[in-house]
């Protein structure tokens, strides 16, 4: 089943976050996911202050575990930590 990472980011660096993106979306390709939705200004509907989202869609919640446990993605979190406040979840597609 197809699983969704969603990142909701407080941007601080902007430089920084695009060079992790650089970085970063390689590796998502290499563990089978691909970045379908990036919106710098999300249009807010109710209850929710969203500043800069993407979604990314993986072939299942056990790839993305993957990229999260892996040796080369680990510097690239701390990164993306010092360039901008993160909220992000993984869901289950239908």
């Known amino acids: ?35 379908i939705a990036l919106d710098e200004a999300p249009l807010e509907l109710e209850g929710w202050k969203a500043t800069n989202m993407l979604i990314i869609e993986f072939p299942d919640k056990d790839a993305i575990r993957q990229l999260f446990a892996s040796p080369e993605y680990a510097p690239l979190v701390a990164q993306r930590q010092a360039a901008a406040g993160s909220r992000i979840i993984a869901i289950n597609g239908v």
């Open 1 to 35: 089943m197809s699983a969704y990472l969603i990142f909701d980011l407080d941007i601080r660096d902007m430089n920084s976050i695009e060079d992790y993106r650089s970085k970063a979306l390689p590796l998502v390709a290499k563990t089978g996911g691909r970045l």
